[in-house]
């Protein structure tokens, strides 16, 4: 069953659990190599040998006026770009019937990036219609640029049948997607990453502007698989302060706990 879920500005905000799970053998390193290096100071405040277990969160977002929108899409199946290094394929579909939508309903798909965990159950099974056959599906145009130029397999999988079904917006920095929530860009982990704000930041969808614990600990802490790490503290800084001065909550996507109160 989906987690409970919180209301904040009148926006029903439901996490959906795609996933459980280490991360593959391929990319997985010890804790201290991946967050900030051995000789980070926060590895003398916290455990560098505990065991990092991903969940991997996609939120549902509904409107009092029926706006239903979808922040990332997870794994995707069996056959995903993600399937070589995820641990178990994603299990969003199941998530999204439990909290009582279906897949029609979905009027708005926000990827915060465009990487294989949080893209990759855009398309159904075919491989080429969008999975959700109602939604714009959202994403930042430096993101495209960046993803063009890396030659990634979500270029055909996930960002070319998009276009081609029609159902791709590539935006610029805010958009205001209800008068309660905004998209804005949180640059760093990716050139084109971006987040969702629930009212006047009560709650923020972040992806992965913050991945583990250990970078509320220490937000200098950087992810060595970010794009570009100094990017990525300023936004990291920046996001957590303004959460702290307003008491907002963080929602990320890997923690176990999908919502932290600030
Ligand atoms: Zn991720």
């Not at 029926?66 to 070589?84: E, I």
């Not at 075919?126 to 999975?131: K, V």
């Not at 890396?150 to 205001?176: M, Q």
């Not at 084109?192 to 502007?209: F, K, N, R, Y």
Request: negative net charge; proline residues 10%.
């Amino acid at each position: 069953m989906p987690h409970p879920g919180m209301v904040r500005a009148g926006v029903e905000v439901t996490p959906l659990c795609d996933a459980v799970g280490p991360m593959g053998d391929q990319i997985a390193l010890p804790l201290p190599q991946m967050f900030g290096g051995p000789d980070h100071p926060v590895w003398a405040r916290v455990d560098p040998a505990a065991p990092w277990v991903l969940h991997f969160h996609c939120y549902l977002l509904r409107t009092p006026d029926g706006r239903t929108v979808l922040v990332d899409t997870g794994l995707g199946g069996p056959d995903s770009p993600a399937a070589g290094w995820a641990p178990v394929p994603g299990r969003l579909a199941t998530e999204l019937a439990a909290a009582g939508v279906r897949p029609e309903q979905v009027d708005t798909v926000v990827l915060t990036h465009l990487h294989s965990d949080h893209a990759s159950g855009s398309l159904a099974a075919d491989g080429s219609t969008p999975a959700f056959p109602n939604a714009r599906y959202l994403v930042q145009r430096t993101e495209l640029d960046w993803l063009e130029a890396s030659g990634s397999p979500l270029l055909d999988a996930v960002v070319r049948p998009l276009r081609a079904a029609g159902c791709l917006d590539a935006r610029a920095g805010e958009v205001t997607l209800a008068p309660e929530i905004k998209v804005f860009a949180t640059p760093g982990h990716t050139p084109g990453h971006q987040s969702v704000a629930i009212g006047d930041h009560q709650l923020v969808v972040a992806g992965d502007v913050v991945l583990h614990p250990v970078q509320l600990a220490d937000p200098t802490a950087g992810y060595v698989y970010d794009d570009a790490q100094p990017t990525a503290t300023l936004t990291r800084q920046r996001l957590l302060a303004e959460l702290t001065a307003r008491h907002g909550i963080l929602a990320t996507a890997h923690f176990a706990e999908p919502f932290t109160q600030l």
